[in-house]
């Protein structure tokens, strides 16, 4: 059971280490040292988890008291609440039962319990990368960003008003501004802006040149840049990450291109490839197969 005592800002003084006093009891503890995401109890002959705020284990069976704490920095409330979120996360999952408002009634085995909760949940997450590039580098950028996509499509309802949401929001203004600037965007009377058509892929050509053209010189190759319906050949030598997304350096003993990456290629790495580009798309056929690959 873990009590929260939040009314004052100084926490309690130390007992002796030795025979701390629990209400009327004097008890044996040692020092433990707990992560916040996996409070458990800890006992004489089980290993130490290294890091995270100290807790003390007072000997009893499934207590625990903040009011033992010894504080780092002296901040009690902060370092007292978070134990208290971490213990509402496991009360939630059923794992501990809330008895009142500072107290919590703790399993013996809340240590496996908790390990496995996060485990579940950890295996359940999921990322999806936005873009490679952040908001302010996409604001001023010469490619297709992810904020492009976004003003183009008007999605803007699953933003938050604050928050990440909020940033968003004002990286899309500026952008949009930026766009306006460039001569890409104009804002009609009523402050409606249209933009360029096909501007997506506009920005996606502006920026491969632009970087191509910076390659060469590092490469000692001239670079050319592919047309859409053009058949593209050479050896697949590496990738470079843009504003525009992800694409593949296609080499031939003359020249080199930048073409849109696609997974099917990796395993090519090192090798002569051909595709066709295809609408900001290849078509790839590898090796001996017949017909092509997206």
């Known amino acids: ?17 030795k025979e701390p006093l ?5 008890v044996n503890f040692q020092r433990c040292w707990l992560p916040v995401s996996r409070i458990g109890l800890h006992r004489r002959g089980v290993e130490r ?24 920095g002296g901040d009690y409330e902060g370092y007292v609440d978070a134990h208290v979120r971490r213990l509402e996360a496991l009360r939630r999952a059923g794992i501990v039962e809330r008895i009142d408002a500072d107290q919590w009634r703790i399993p013996d085995d ?19 990368v936005l873009s490679p590039v952040d908001l302010n580098k996409q604001i001023g950028s010469d490619g297709a960003t992810w904020l492009d996509r976004r003003l183009i499509h008007g999605e803007t309802a699953d933003l938050a008003p604050t928050g990440f949401g909020q940033q968003v929001r004002e990286a899309m203004d ?51 840049a592919a047309t859409d319906g053009e058949s593209v050949s050479g050896k697949f030598t590496g990738t470079v990450h843009l504003s525009s997304g992800k694409f593949a350096v296609v080499e031939k003993s003359h020249e080199f291109t930048l073409v849109p990456w696609r997974p099917i290629i990796d395993r090519q790495l090192g090798r002569e490839v051909m595709g066709i580009v295809q609408g900001g798309s290849v078509s790839w056929q590898l090796g001996r197969q017949r017909g092509l690959e997206r």
């Open 1 to 17: 059971m873990l009590r929260s005592q939040r009314r004052g800002r100084d926490p309690p003084c130390w007992l002796s280490e």
């Open 22 to 26: 629990v209400g009327k009891r004097r």
């Open 49 to 72: 988890v290294n890091c995270g705020p100290k807790l003390l284990d007072l000997g009893e069976k499934g207590v625990y008291s903040s009011y033992t704490c010894r504080v780092p």
């Open 110 to 128: 809340l240590v496996s319990r908790a390990a496995a909760h996060d485990a579940g949940r950890d295996s359940q997450a999921s990322v999806r």
């Open 174 to 224: 500026q952008r949009r501004e930026h766009h306006i600037e460039q001569g890409d965007a104009t804002r009609s009377r009523d402050s409606r802006v249209f933009y360029r058509r096909n501007l997506l892929a506009i920005l996606r050509e502006r920026e491969v040149v632009g970087v191509g053209s910076d390659m060469a010189l590092s490469k000692g190759l001239p670079f050319r």
